[in-house]
């Protein structure tokens, strides 16, 4: 052990949206961790969760990043169908509090959830045929925005506020357009594999190869985050998937940017050979 | 005098932002036109407003749409340092009231007031040398959006709003990032032009400078907005300015796909010559 390291403080890390996927799996990833402690807020109590509050309070935002050294912000309404109502407060109110906090309390490192919905137009136009292991067309973090929900746009203005604050404020800003995390991460698991009955229902199999595209496996979405909380670059907005047979977003500026060297690739076989007895 | 013009009736242009001075070239340049009829919209009453309401209220927004044709979205906090309690009710819940009830009013066209200062951290780091003729940078529409304020992440916002509801609702929209309008609108006026005192006061001519390449006449301004009214296309993202010496901002996107054909120019001297007796 180098004395750089030695008896050396773990960098407190606050996670909002502590109660969902992502935050659990930073929490547990960093139990042991020496670099890293996780503060978990949420809305709710949880296990993981340290600080219960509303992050549409901007005080109480401030008040949650008193000795935080970087912020991982995932709260937020995350389903691509949510309403107005559920996206003002939780995406649009509670964004501009949280990188707005960060400043007040002097915490100079964000990493913000962001999503491919900011884009996602380009594949809604593209659909299904996209989703093949031949096709070979890939958006990167260069693609003009072109946001496919409520959502999404909410995501566009979360990534614009962040480079706000990088540009006119100082804060570093990583921006992570998270593909697919699933629980159970197993890419034999039936959520990504073919079942007898999809043969008469076309969508369901695009489902499942949309799902091939664009898989984060768990292990390769907690390396990103820390890739970007070691990160020296000022401003980063990248997406997150596996090294999957077949994608549609770009991984390789956050191969470039961030070191990013994902271990896990979606099974480029989802259906089973017919040849084979079942 | 044709067929398909006598008689015809004026299409209704929802007007917002009635009270401010691009509402009140409309309403002027549209009093006896037989194309267009202005129906001013605004918080306050002023003589340009007919329907007095506050566009943080949808439905209100819904029913200012009833018989309207296009809508040109000016409302909006507009300075630069509006602080987060403006944007968010004016430029953020506003604007996605305005879309959203121009769907459920079924109205197909609208004009957005967008701003350059989406992108306006380019100027800010590179002022004040590309106020000056001899620099040839210039940004378009496809720059990465770098928002200088609060402000203009509303306007990055609403660019990604007005996009959503043109690919996902059938919405025809142009955002147009104006450069500035003056009143008065004279190329000579002292706000475009040198004084002998900021000869101890670079910063001043700078902002002259400025002035010069960011400059919108009026009819320029009015004729932009009669473009997009007047376009077949579904979506359009392109600056205002008029056809100055020295420009930052492209127009050329806006002269390929709108037929945007400026009849105005700020001066290139504005400094007069010192030799010549003051």
Known sequence: MTASTQGSTPRRILVTGANGLIGGLLTDAWRESDRYRAVGLARQPGPDVEIVTDLT?????????????????????????????????????????????????????????????????????????????????????????????????????????????????????????????????????????WKPEFDNDPGKLATRKRTRAVWLSERDCVQLIERCLESDRDWVLCYGISDNPRRFWDIEHAKDVLGYAPQDAAPKDIVPDRSMPS
């Not at 949280?98 to 137009?121: C, D, K, L, M, Y």
């Not at 100082?170 to 890419?187: E, T």
């Open 57 to 193: 309070d901007l005080d109480a935002a401030v008040n949650a990043m008193e000795g935080i050294d970087a912020v991982v912000h995932l709260a937020a309404t995350s389903a691509v169908g949510s309403t107005w109502e559920q996206v003002l407060p939780s995406n649009l109110i509670a964004t501009y509090n949280v990188f707005e906090a960060a400043r007040r309390a002097g915490v100079g490192q964000v990493v913000f959830a962001s999503s491919n919905h900011a884009i996602g137009t380009y594949e809604t136009e593209n659909a299904p045929a996209l989703y093949e292991l031949d096709d070979d067309r890939i958006w990167d973090h260069t693609a003009e925005n072109r946001p496919d929900s409520l959502y999404g746009v909410s995501k566009v203005y979360g990534e614009a506020m962040a480079r706000y604050y990088v540009d006119h404020h100082g804060l570093r800003a990583f921006c992570l357009r998270i593909g697919g995390v699933r629980a159970p991460d197993d890419p034999s698991h039936p959520a990504l594999l």
